[in-house]
């Protein structure tokens, strides 16, 4: 199974967003920074590598935001491990999103996401 991480990054009461490159899977959509877990690697690894390599910044990883739950796409069955983080560093250097924005927790569930955030999204919501 395809093993994924993601961060849930918070600053003063915003959350971050990132919009996937054009040419990627789910192309334009809005997501949580983060990515595949590699062989060998923790979700928590995975999530500052992932966050060193698409917008060159270090995350301090905090508490699950839910539990690992699997949502199965036509093209794979994934095992999603998100997490709350805080960033370290704010550089933001862009490499597989076009653009990032700070969204408050209630403007989330109108943007297009891939269909597993939803469950996320209505975590946060209750949460924040
Ligand atoms: N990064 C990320 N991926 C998500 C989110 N929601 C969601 O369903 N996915 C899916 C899309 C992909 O099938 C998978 C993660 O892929 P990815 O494309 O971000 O992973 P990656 O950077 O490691 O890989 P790649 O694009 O270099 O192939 O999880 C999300 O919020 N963020």
Redesign the pocket.
């Known amino acids: 199974m395809?093993r994924?991480a993601?961060v849930v990054i918070t600053e003063k009461g915003y959350i971050l967003a990132a919009k996937r490159n054009h040419n990627?899977?789910?192309g334009d959509y809005w997501?949580?920074?983060?990515?595949?877990i590699e062989v060998g690697e923790t979700p928590q690894q995975a999530v500052i590598r992932?966050l060193h390599e698409?917008f060159g910044d270090r995350i301090e990883v905090k508490q699950p935001v839910l539990p690992p739950f699997t949502?199965t796409?036509e093209y794979?069955t994934?095992e999603f491990n998100v997490f709350y983080a805080k960033l370290l560093t704010h550089h933001y250097v862009l490499t597989?999103a076009s653009s990032y924005r700070w969204f408050r927790p209630n403007e989330l569930k109108n943007l297009n996401?891939?269909?597993?955030?939803q469950k996320i999204i209505e975590q946060i919501v209750r949460q924040l």
């Open positions: 395809l994924v993601l990627r899977v789910f997501e949580f920074p983060g990515g595949k992932e698409e949502f796409y794979a994934i597989a996401w891939p269909p597993a955030n």
